[in-house]
């Protein structure tokens, strides 16, 4: 990925992350999925009193996407606090799965220190289950 494109997803998901709710955790996450056509889609996570009907930051650029009539993505950036560079949980890779090629959909991780890691889906949840289980 150009680092033109890499800048402006971190952009994006540093903007989500500005503005997540997340009074429960403290842990603000943001998210910029790009799209197959070159549109980028923010996210960020929006938690609730009760608890577990909070949403990741990574479900929000999902249903944006959608919204805007896109159903493919290439790669998603996902941004938070912390050590380590926040990788998707196990329901949001299960999430991304469904829009992607998981073989070349790209997983950037970036923290506020700015470190990086990326990996391809495939890698995060290997030998996935996904549409082509149901429609052969
Ligand atoms: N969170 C995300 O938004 N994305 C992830 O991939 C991991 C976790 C959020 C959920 C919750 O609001 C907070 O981080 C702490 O778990």
């Known amino acids: 990925m150009q680092d033109a494109l890499r800048t402006e997803l971190l952009n994006v998901a540093r903007a989500a992350h500005a503005v997540a ?7 603000r996450v943001g998210a910029a999925l790009l799209a197959e056509d070159g549109r980028i889609f923010g996210g960020c996570n929006v938690e609730n009193a009760a608890y577990p009907q909070g949403n990741c930051a990574e479900s929000g650029a999902i249903s944006a996407m959608v919204l805007a009539g896109q159903r493919r ?44 890691q990326e990996w391809t889906l495939e890698q995060l949840l290997p030998h996935s289950f996904g549409p082509d289980h149901l429609f052969p």
């Open 21 to 27: 709710y997340a009074p429960y955790s403290n842990y």
């Open 73 to 116: 993505a290439t790669a998603v950036l996902v941004y938070g606090a912390g050590l380590h560079p926040i990788t998707p949980c196990g329901g949001c890779r299960q999430r991304l799965r469904e829009f992607c090629d998981p073989k070349t959909f790209r997983v950037l991780a970036v923290n506020e220190g700015g470190l990086q």
